[in-house]
């Protein structure tokens, strides 16, 4: 395999079958066009820009290691990359939150959770942070599909196959997760309503 640098139209399916056989140039492409992808999904999933920094490290030594095991008829590149932050975010959050179940959530937290799309329909400037707090309140197993699908833009096919689970399954969490975000951001707005309502009966 020669060593000069890929061309642009070389897919990322290419450039991992030039990792495998040891081309860094290839590896340096891939990194450039996959690492914000990577680190966007694992800053959703701990919250914490320095966490998900490691996490792509860690992603991406992996890929130099373990490049040959790529099947390009299970999943897209993407998916491959984002199973592996996946394994890596799990065993971030079991170490930073041994004591706090990851799948809990309030019987209260579901009530009024009808809006089949919570993220079509937030203000830009300040629903981005509301929406980060949101997701990461999401118990995992309905955040990694919210994440995956809704903001990664990944297919039910190449989520399930991250996920380890049936289509069906991230079709079930995928919905779950969205009404239970759609209550969780109606509950953060409600309060701010509420402060304005009160400041404005209030006599100065």
């Given at each position: 395999?020669?060593?000069?640098?890929?061309r642009a139209?070389?897919?990322?399916?290419e450039?991992?079958?030039r990792?495998?056989?040891?081309?860094?140039?290839?590896?340096?492409?891939?990194?450039?066009?996959?690492?914000?992808?990577?680190?966007?999904?694992?800053?959703?999933m701990?919250?914490?820009?320095?966490?998900?920094?490691?996490?792509?490290?860690?992603?991406?030594?992996r890929v130099?290691?373990?490049?040959?095991?790529?099947?390009?008829?299970r999943s897209?590149?993407?998916?491959w990359?984002?199973?592996?932050?996946?394994?890596?975010?799990?065993?971030?959050?079991?170490?930073?939150?041994?004591?706090?179940?990851l799948?809990?959530?309030?019987?209260?937290?579901?009530?009024?959770?009808?809006?089949?799309d919570?993220l079509g329909?937030?203000?830009?400037?300040?629903g981005i942070a509301?929406l980060?707090?949101?997701?990461?309140?999401?118990?995992?197993?309905?955040?990694?599909?919210?994440v995956l699908?809704?903001?990664?833009?990944?297919?039910?096919?190449?989520?399930?196959?991250?996920?380890?689970?049936?289509?069906?399954?991230?079709?079930?969490?995928?919905s779950?997760?969205?009404?239970?975000?759609?209550a969780?951001?109606?509950?953060?707005r409600t309060?701010?309503?509420?402060?304005?309502?009160?400041?404005?009966r209030?006599?100065?």
């Open positions: 395999m020669s060593n000069l640098p890929p139209d070389v897919t990322d399916d450039l991992l079958e990792t495998a056989a040891g081309e860094a140039g290839a590896f340096e492409e891939l990194f450039r066009r996959q690492r914000l992808s990577v680190y966007r999904f694992a800053v959703h701990t919250g914490r820009p320095a966490a998900a920094e490691d996490i792509v490290q860690e992603v991406f030594l130099m290691r373990d490049a040959g095991r790529y099947q390009p008829a897209s590149v993407s998916a990359l984002c199973g592996i932050a996946r394994n890596c975010a799990w065993q971030w959050l079991d170490r930073e939150r041994p004591f706090r179940p799948d809990t959530e309030s019987p209260a937290s579901t009530a009024g959770a009808a809006a089949p919570p329909d937030l203000t830009r400037a300040e509301r980060r707090r949101a997701i990461l309140s999401l118990p995992v197993r309905y955040r990694e599909v919210v699908c809704d903001l990664q833009e990944l297919s039910y096919a190449d989520a399930a196959e991250v996920v380890g689970c049936a289509i069906g399954t991230v079709r079930s969490r995928l779950r997760g969205r009404g239970l975000l759609a969780k951001l109606a509950g953060q309060p701010e309503k509420a402060a304005k309502l009160g400041d404005a209030c006599p100065a």
